[in-house]
């Protein structure tokens, strides 16, 4: 197909041809609708097989899409070192970077998931879950329902992924190679002892995984805060203490460790701790 617009209309056509509620909605004329109207019918797509040649034409629309947004390269990324100047013993080694997360091009970035494991299905929702599934590709979503069905056939049908236990997958059509998917905790009430040990342990596995795997950069989301309500600052203090003992650890085996924030809150917060 020629144009990013032929891309844009056969998918439209093609996923609302698989769909029952959906195939007799009406396609909008303008192209910013027609994108609207694309995310959302992936969104709420359930998990399953897609054709060679819609896949094809979803890779190349998601490509040129994620072209057009712009990739970010960790060369273009400075470290804590080099932006507040930083006494922090791996201050070479960690950035704090707001924007898109799923603009960068490194290793492995994180999805703050929930134990479904399957994506955010609310149409044009903003959280990073639905973000990271709608450029990665329906491709992400299929992945991760094969990943649940091995769990659901030892572990029963209603399995979901306990808290702060992550997954890996591939990153399809994003900049970054993998994605490594995590259900932070769920702060009801008081902020707990319990709660702050589980987002400990979402860093110190995620950090492992790509130990793992020898993936050498990795991007972390903001885990929990935001709907899960755990308190921004804590949180922000947690990953700073966690990832800093790990580095104790393992210095030589990661290059780059990146925080990526979205609010200004957060990023005041993590370079207040990196300041130190």
Request: charged share 30%; with cysteine.
């Amino acid at each position: 197909m020629k144009t990013q617009e032929d891309r844009l209309n056969y998918l439209i056509e093609k996923f609302k041809e698989e769909s029952l509620e959906y195939k007799n909605l009406k396609t909008p004329a303008d192209v910013e609708d027609k994108k609207i109207l694309l995310r959302s019918l992936m969104n709420v797509r359930p998990p399953k097989e897609t054709s060679g040649e819609i896949l094809k034409v979803q890779d190349e629309y998601l490509t040129e899409r994620n072209k057009e947004k712009g990739i970010v390269y960790l060369k273009d990324i400075k470290t804590i070192k080099e932006t507040i100047n930083s006494k922090h013993p791996y201050s070479q080694k960690i950035s704090v970077w707001q924007g898109d997360i799923t603009k960068l091009s490194c290793d492995a970035i994180v999805n703050a998931a929930n134990g479904r494991m399957l994506g955010c299905f609310v149409p044009m929702h903003t959280c990073i879950d639905n973000c990271i599934h709608t450029f990665a590709g329906v491709q992400l979503r299929y992945e991760c329902n094969k990943i649940m069905n091995e769990f659901r056939k030892k572990y029963g049908d209603d399995y979901e992924q306990p808290t702060s236990v992550p997954i890996i997958t591939d990153g399809y059509n994003l900049p970054a190679k993998k994605i490594i998917h995590v259900a932070g905790p769920i702060v009801t009430g008081t902020l707990t002892k319990s709660l702050e040990q589980d987002l400990k342990k979402c860093y110190k596995n995620i950090l492992d995984i790509c130990l793992e795997n020898s993936l050498r950069s990795v991007a972390f989301c903001c885990i929990s805060t935001g709907v899960f309500r755990f308190p921004n600052e804590r949180a922000a203090e947690i990953a700073v203490e966690t990832v800093t003992n790990w580095l104790k650890q393992n210095e030589s085996k990661i290059d780059r460790i990146v925080f990526n924030v979205f609010k200004q809150e957060d990023k005041f917060c993590y370079e207040q701790f990196l300041q130190q």
